[in-house]
């Protein structure tokens, strides 16, 4: 019975030989999905709102995750600590950085 499905093509990731790799139907696993959303339909959207609810409830809010200083991730020994030491006595924490680039004669 196997064997006639594989030799009419029907059962691809049954094929016996050296592939190894086998074919996924991906429209077989968005069919599945849809109908488990059609058919529990009241049940997704019951888990949406709560996910939804629960999120909003207990994750922390987005302002106190994002900070302007992520320093205290990096070590003290980082490029960029060192880059941030050296230029402070310079003051630069209220300036816009601007991308210079050097003006390249003409090889000519």
Known sequence: MIDARIRAGRCTW?????????????DLIFRTIGSFCVRFRWLVLAVWVAGAIAA??????????????NTKFLPPSAPSEHAATLAAPFGTANLVPVPVSPRVPDPR
């Open 14 to 26: 049954l094929s016996p030989g050296p592939r190894i790799v086998r074919h996924v139907h991906i």
């Open 56 to 69: 909003a409830t207990l994750l922390p809010a987005l302002s106190s995750v994002t900070q302007s200083n």
